[in-house]
């Protein structure tokens, strides 16, 4: 088959790519910022297939060999090899916007924010990232003596200096101020977005018409962005009004909150149950905000899929987030401390198992039969990548492999998994996207997980008693 | 993408096969033995460690441990990685150090290492055998150290043995002058060790005088480092210690009539080393190599110890022993055939049990159509009639008819 495949970007590169192949005249009329289809047809080339990817799945995607072409931030290409040097992927060019750069981040407090005292450490040093191949091979430059990283879906900006000591962190410039009196402490490296290729592709394919059009189109095509003019530059914004860090008192609970999808319902928890937020959720963004009157709880606003790990590795003592993920975590780390608290019934989901309507199976069962007479294995796709591991082997399904994604999933059934694990609240995304459940693995809500040191803290012990009662009594009203 | 349905083996791994592995045990063997009889410990490290112990070390390069096999543990919750040991040394450091002793100690391992290779080709798990001199630290101990290995070598058959000394102090000391970043001098040290000594000459100009007669020079005798040590007397007085103990080995060594050449550009990979560096060769191939390493405990944490050790690789030094597998210890080999009657199967195994204690090999014949392997001298046949065996000299044809077990190991030992 010689149709030209291309991994397209959502999120931050979306609308500039789609302004880009609308000058080149593609026609793709489904290509547009809150677009509800991840296939997109183009009219000036009717063979080109174009799928809509989460950015960071594109370069294994094009890596891999499911796709020729792909657009994506070099900051993405740059993590996947610097940890796998033998991907198959060619960056081709760079298209002349979305450009970043990846900060090395921690706290402005005298002289510890300096690289040479955080390399004189003698204890473990945390990292926090998006990026955590970037962020690991960082930590082996700087030759740290003990480092920890913990990957992150988000919200980097809010771990240091008590989450965590040092973030490696994407910013656009202008875009980001790090507040709290956080400062760049190194820069990693500028990006752009990009044109990538899969390198088996690239040498025995004809991929010269689509590359061709892009060429006369990108009107900036051999200018590079390591130019040191276009580098964005560290942002350091002294004037930051939020002023410098005050230290967290020692035996205080820390508490996180989601930001994304669960924020309103917890929102409206916190509400019924009668506690008064200072500033959650934050028109301007502040994910420090606070419960009036409670000065022994202090609060961050995280990603809900990094909470059991943050709560597991003890950064926090309590956290609002699913189930499901608590779940996915214990998979991995059965003997975790984070363990479950209280069931907030926030936002239920079921979390299920999904394959195209085109395949003649209803349920696990009859898929396994169907691949065993197959030659290659079942490729599983899922956020949940433990969860996912999980129910394969439970059910059996031999040769499989896990595709961790990071959103936008459903796209890759058919042509790039077979099998998907997601959640789902009304099922309207899964009709739309012709795709089918053949087993329900359990409800997700909202819970209130704690990690079991913490309970028994003299100190904090009865302030999440507390806690706990409050949203016990306003869970059961 | 799967192309295959068929289970194989890991990229890069390999299988050691019954004939490989009467190779390896050959050279495991030999090893152990001479070790033992030098009066070293063998100890056994876990292959999982953290990979702090090798970063904390600080002698892996950040090249070097971006290919370690890593993980996050089942308990991994912390962020707290552990790896494939990518390195003998440092978890035998890490031992000494945790069992709390600070006495002189004697020890070698034979321990498979795994480094990630990027082309797929070369193995990524790697087995070696070394030995470890910790808390001596005197020239007394280097030479103790390559005496062994010699003597191991020599054991091994291996011929054409040659030793090459150097000296990473020296280096190190020359590097340390040169106003250029810590990542520019391990660059610069990695082309000076391939052999490009004008590299340094470029980056330092005013010390063209000692490094051509230094550097460029190979020395064949203490004399050699005598007049090393005059050039450096001016300019780097640090190294006047080290240089003598250096001096002293090689006297010690043109008393005992081992030739050696002294090449203080030889080779790379020396990251531990912190003073005397030997390197065996056979022929044109590097086969064994070690050195002092003084500054390894305390980096990881423990008391100021001096250390010297050497490795030698397994599938490496194999290429240059050829066969050895006539070396084995021979045993008698018997075949034990059972008749196709109730109770004889059950006399066939007493009869090899009796064999085995009287110091046979024995093994039961599992088919008519077994082919009777080489080295197999015998063929014992149980009879219909009760305690009854035929015996068969496989090589000369004859036959025997023998009533009892005990008269069966009578007639095999005479």
């Known amino acids: ?477 | 993408m799967d192309n295959t349905n068929a289970i194989q083996k890991c990229k890069g791994t390999k299988d050691l096969t019954p004939e490989y592995m009467k190779q390896f045990r050959f050279i495991e063997d030999t090893f152990r033995d001479c070790c033992r009889r030098w009066g070293y410990e063998e100890v056994r490290t876990p292959t999982l460690e953290y990979l702090n112990l090798f970063t904390a070390a600080g002698t892996l390069t950040p090249g070097q441990l971006g290919k370690v096999y890593s993980f996050l543990d089942w308990d991994g919750w912390s962020g707290e990685r552990v790896v494939l040991r990518p390195d003998g040394t440092i978890p035998i450091a890490r031992y000494y150090i945790e069992s709390g002793s600070e006495k002189p100690a004697r020890l070698f391992y034979v321990s498979n290492v795994f480094r990630f290779g990027t082309t797929g080709t070369e193995t990524r798990e790697i087995w070696q055998c070394g030995a470890e001199l910790i808390g001596a630290g005197s020239v007394n101990a280097d030479a103790e150290l390559v005496f062994m290995a010699l003597e191991i070598l020599k054991s091994l058959g291996l011929k054409d043995i040659s030793l090459r000394l150097s000296h990473a102090g020296l280096i190190r000391s020359i590097l340390s002058r040169l106003d250029i970043s810590q990542e520019e001098k391990t660059r610069l040290l990695d082309r000076v060790l391939d052999g490009d000594i004008q590299a340094l000459v470029d980056a330092k100009p005013e010390l063209a005088r000692i490094i051509t007669p230094i550097l460029g020079a190979k020395g064949k005798s203490s004399g050699f480092l005598k007049n090393v040590l005059v050039l450096l007397s001016h300019d780097f007085p640090e190294l006047q210690q080290t240089l003598r103990d250096f001096t002293d080995l090689a006297d010690t060594l043109d008393n005992l009539g081992v030739a050696y050449e002294i090449n203080i550009v030889s080779g790379r990979g020396f990251e531990y080393y912190t003073g005397l560096i030997f390197e065996f060769w056979s022929g044109d191939n590097s086969i064994a190599r070690g050195g002092r390493y003084d500054a390894l405990i305390s980096l990881l944490g423990g008391k100021n110890i001096p250390a010297s050790g050497f490795a030698m690789g397994i599938d490496r030094v194999m290429q240059f022993t050829g066969d050895n597998t006539a070396r084995q210890p021979t045993v008698i080999g018997i075949i034990v055939k059972p008749l196709p009657v109730t109770g004889s199967l059950k006399e066939a195994f007493i009869a090899i049990e009796a064999l085995h204690t009287a110091g046979f090999a024995a093994e039961l014949a599992l088919t008519d159509s077994e082919s009777i392997k080489t080295g197999t001298k015998w063929l014992l046949k149980t009879s219909e009639t009760g305690w009854r065996f035929s015996l068969n000299d496989l090589n000369s044809g004859d036959c025997y008819e023998v009533a009892t077990i005990s008269e069966v190991i009578t007639k095999l030992k005479a």
């Open chain 1, 1 to 477: 088959m010689n149709r030209v495949k291309l991994a397209l970007p959502k999120g931050r590169l979306m609308s500039e790519t789609a302004a880009l192949l609308d000058q080149a005249c593609w026609g793709m009329h489904d290509y547009y910022e809150g677009t509800r289809s991840y296939r997109v047809t183009c009219e000036k080339f009717p063979d080109l297939m174009t799928k809509i990817f989460h950015e960071k799945d594109i370069p294994i995607q094009v890596a891999t060999g499911n796709y020729d072409l792909g657009i994506c931030g070099l900051d993405w290409v740059e993590e996947l090899i610097v940890k796998y040097p033998n991907s198959a992927l060619i960056k081709l060019k760079d298209l002349g916007y979305g450009e970043g750069a990846v900060f090395a981040v921690g706290i402005r407090n005298g002289e510890n924010s300096e690289l040479d005292a955080i390399k004189a450490r003698r204890n473990t040093v945390r990292l926090v990232s998006e990026y955590p191949n970037l962020a690991e091979s960082f930590a082996l430059k700087l030759r740290l003596r003990r480092f920890s990283v913990f990957p992150l879906w988000g919200a980097a900006e809010v771990y240091p200096p008590d989450s965590a000591d040092l973030a490696l962190i994407a910013a656009t410039p202008g875009a980001t101020t790090f507040n709290h009196g956080l400062r760049v402490i190194d820069t990693v490296f500028s990006f752009g977005a990009c044109l990538i290729a899969n390198r088996d592709r690239w040498e025995s394919h004809d991929l010269s018409e689509v590359l061709q059009s892009l060429e006369d189109t990108v009107p900036a095509w051999h200018q590079s962005h390591f130019d040191t003019k276009s580098a964005p530059k560290p942002i350091n914004d002294d004037s930051t009004e939020n002023g410098p860090f005050t230290p967290i008192p020692e035996r205080v609970v820390r508490l996180a909150l989601p930001d994304g999808h669960q924020q309103s319902s917890a929102v409206a928890l916190l509400k019924k149950a009668g506690l008064r937020m200072d500033d959650y959720p934050s028109p301007a963004g502040n994910r420090r905000p606070a419960i009036v009157g409670m000065e022994d709880i202090s609060i961050k606003v995280i990603r809900p899929q990094d909470m059991p790990q943050q709560v597991a590795a003890g950064n926090f003592d309590l956290a609002v987030t699913g189930i499901d993920w608590l779940r996915d975590h214990l998979y991995q780390f059965p003997d975790s401390p984070a363990t479950d608290l209280l069931d907030l019934k926030l936002a239920p989901v079921r979390i299920v198992a999904l394959v195209s309507n085109e395949l003649p199976v209803s349920n696990g069962y009859e898929l396994r039969e169907l691949w065993s007479r197959r030659a290659a294995g079942i490729r599983v796709a899922s956020e949940y990548t433990n969860i996912a591991d999980s129910y394969a082997r439970e059910n059996h399904m031999g040769r499989y492999r896990i595709i961790p994604t990071w959103g936008a999933s459903e796209a890759f059934l058919p042509e790039d998994a077979d099998l998907l694990i997601e959640n789902t609240q009304t099922g309207q995304t899964i009709a739309r996207h012709n795709l089918k459940i053949i087993d329900t693995l359990f409800e997700s809500t909202g819970h209130l997980i704690g990690n079991r040191d913490s309970l028994t803290d003299p100190v904090k012990q009865p302030v999440i008693q507390r806690i706990i009662g409050i949203l016990q009594r306003a869970v059961e009203n």
